[in-house]
């Protein structure tokens, strides 16, 4: 069977030079700040890439190129972030979570969806668990 060619996809969100910390001192509610500088702390420890503020909401470590197995388009992407919105923080990360079942209920409060995972706030959580599950997304895309 013949391979695809592959086609760079161009993506409305992408990397900007925009301040993160800024970024980060604009959000409104304070727990959430907090919580994002902490996030911060986290993703980059664990990346050791600094952070990139992609688009307008976006907070992301890293830059991969991904290729659909499907379609064989790509699309440049970040490694891991989180983006502090109204309703919660939600993270970028690569894990299939059903696979990892057991860990999801060590975290605490949480849901799950599209490839994200949606925080109320940090104190919901085992930080130990979420650093944990930060690991298994780098590991599985590097």
């Keep these: ?6 086609k760079l996809a161009q993506i409305k969100t992408k990397p900007t030079a925009a301040s993160v910390e800024e970024y980060i001192n604009n959000v409104e509610d304070e727990q959430k700040r907090k919580d994002c500088f902490l996030l911060l702390d986290m993703m980059k420890a664990a990346t050791g890439e600094e952070p990139i503020l ?6 992301g470590f ?10 064989g388009r790509e699309v440049d992407w970040l490694l891991i972030g989180f983006s502090p919105r109204k309703a ?14 057991e860990l999801m209920q060590m975290l605490g409060k949480h849901k799950t969806g599209a490839g994200c995972l949606y ?7 085992d930080l130990e668990v979420l650093r944990k599950i930060i690991k298994l997304s780098l590991d599985k895309i590097v």
């Design 119 to 125: 925080i109320n706030k940090l104190d919901d959580i």
């Design 88 to 101: 919660n923080l939600s993270l970028y990360l690569t894990v299939n979570y059903s696979a990892h079942s």
């Design 62 to 71: 890293g830059n991969k190129r991904f290729k659909s197995p499907t379609t």
């Design 54 to 59: 992609w688009s307008s909401a976006i907070i």
């Design 1 to 6: 069977m013949a391979e695809k060619k592959s």
